[in-house]
């Protein structure tokens, strides 16, 4: 996700703030500390609704993030590799570096954040009761929490995809069918029609209560999330599916060129591409790598510029490349070239450069195998 900083690790897994959370976390304390618990508490001054708004907000996060850890540290404990907890404006995301190959652990990994929530949700109601005499703000904190925990679980157990629900639910279709393509395709439909009912709620609302359109809208917004994530998780899933397996060295270039950085774009494209189609060039100077050209970098500049571009103005340099290991799976290629937003990736073997890895040949991978249906 771009947008995000991080800021720091738990557990060893990267934490990390998209802005788009401090919309929600505005909206959350400001309708806490001025509606809610003034209309609960009418007796409070301003200063308590305030401290308690902000404490129950930021207790409210870190329970979301407690939530998405037990995802990662279970989904780890079951060998799936959990990079980064993101905090954006519809909650919490773990993001998993690959998609679970056993339905056992797929289904123990999704079930343990709302099992975490329900917990946590408990510890907020005993503590309600413990300090119901003892301090009324606290008290209240912990009331709300308890019942927003209870709610994200619950929320989060809806059964479609990629909801944790729908997740246990497809690991449970997996485990019956032993179809893990169709038991995607289902819980992908009913994720679908989960974002479309909410869609629908939230517009019924809207025109049900006018003074409450805010919570129709929020509703609608949701719903809509939901069905954009149930598709986009689908497509992913495929091309999870479609690249298991595959290794750099299996579609690496291994004809890249040597040419030298003051060459002009204008005679690199007559010499090399126009009549012999190379996509990839590697720059040296006097032995010594320099960087690395492909056909996207030549596509960004402007034809009538390519008399007067070099090649050494337009390569990826060697200090900015990211390198891979002949072995390494494509799909974790495909992601670091994502992470970075680079678009080739050497693959290098015994400190010498074997080849190149270039985004678009992944791509057209993809659309070979998806067009004859593997
Ligand atoms: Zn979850």
Redesign the pocket.
């Known amino acids: 996700m771009g947008g995000a900083f991080s800021l720091g690790r738990i557990f060893g897994i990267q934490f990390r703030i998209h802005y788009s959370w401090f919309i929600i976390f505005v909206l959350i304390t400001v309708s806490l500390s001025w509606e809610y618990f003034p209309y609960t508490y009418p007796e409070w001054s301003m200063t308590t609704y305030w401290l308690t708004g902000i404490g129950t907000s930021l207790l409210f996060f870190t329970s979301v993030v407690a939530?998405?850890l037990a995802?990662s540290l279970v989904g780890r404990a079951n060998g799936i590799p959990v990079k980064s907890i993101t905090l954006f404006l519809f909650g919490?995301v773990?993001h998993m570096t690959r998609e679970a190959t056993r339905h056992g652990a797929e289904f123990r990994m999704?079930l343990a954040?709302?099992v975490a929530s329900l917990v946590i949700g408990g510890i907020f109601f005993l503590l309600h009761l413990l300090l119901q005499g003892i301090s009324e703000p606290v008290a209240a904190l912990a009331f709300w929490l308890a019942q927003i925990n209870a709610v994200l679980a619950l929320f989060?157990l809806i059964p479609g995809f990629p909801?944790?629900g729908g997740r246990v639910f497809r690991s449970l279709l997996w485990r019956f069918t032993g179809n893990y393509r169709s038991a995607t395709r289902v819980a992908v439909e009913v994720g679908r029609g989960v974002g479309y009912l909410f869609m629908a709620g939230g517009i019924v609302l809207m025109f049900l209560y006018p003074k409450n359109w805010f919570n129709g809208l929020w509703l609608a917004c949701i719903g809509l999330f939901l069905s954009y994530m149930a598709t986009a998780s689908y497509r992913q899933a495929q091309w999870q599916a479609a690249l298991q397996g595959v290794r750099a060295a299996d579609v690496m270039t291994t004809t890249c060129p040597v040419v030298s950085p003051d060459m002009t774009i204008s005679r690199l494209v007559q010499d090399y591409i126009y009549l012999s189609g190379h996509r990839c060039f590697m720059v040296t100077d006097g032995g010594e790598l320099r960087g690395i050209l492909t056909l996207q970098n030549i596509r960004s500049v402007d034809q009538k510029s390519w008399d007067t571009t070099s090649v050494g103005d337009m390569m990826t340099p060697s200090e900015r490349l990211k390198v891979a290991q002949p072995g390494e799976e494509v799909l974790s290629v495909l992601e670091q070239m994502e992470e970075y937003s680079i678009s080739q990736m050497p693959v290098v073997s015994e400190g010498r450069i074997i080849g190149l890895v270039v985004r678009d040949d992944i791509v057209r991978l993809l659309y070979a195998r998806s067009r004859l249906g593997i």
């Open positions: 939530h998405e995802h919490g773990a999704a954040g709302p989060n909801l944790d």
